[in-house]
Nanobody
Framework: QVQLVESGGGLVQPGGSLRLSCAAS????????MGWYRQAPGKQRDLVAA???????NYADSVKGRFTISRDNAKNTVYLQMNSLKPEDTAVYYC???????WGRGTQVTVSS
């Protein structure tokens, strides 16, 4: 079972940027579809962005044009670059790998002035 560790969360002002990272264990990372999900208090966990092993990406409508998902197979890492952050982006962000699925423990992102 692949293990995932997220990092890069924190407190940022509206309009600011953050880059999340998710490091994966094992030698099969390049074969996984990797995703970022988020969960705000009292809400369900929703897909933010995903990237396939071939590099195809998809995004939630709410983050299109602001967030970018990428992967570095040599480093077993997937990234989420988040720009123009809004208060409604505040949530715990989780890394996901499929097939599995496997989940990280999450990293808190808070957008507030």
């Amino acid at each position: 079972q692949v293990q995932l560790v997220e990092s890069g969360g924190g407190l940022v002002q509206p309009g600011g940027s953050l880059r999340l990272s998710c490091a994966a264990s094992g030698s099969l990372f390049r074969l996984y579809t990797m995703g970022w999900y988020r969960q705000a208090p009292g809400k369900q966990r929703d897909l933010v962005a995903a990237i396939t092993s071939g590099g195809s990406t998809n995004y939630a409508d709410s983050v299109k044009g602001r967030f970018t998902i990428s992967r570095d197979n040599a480093k077993n890492t997937v990234y989420l670059q988040m720009n123009s952050l809004k208060p409604e982006d505040t949530a715990v962000y989780y890394c996901n790998a499929r097939p599995g699925p496997a989940w990280g423990r999450g990293t808190q992102v808070t957008v507030s002035s």
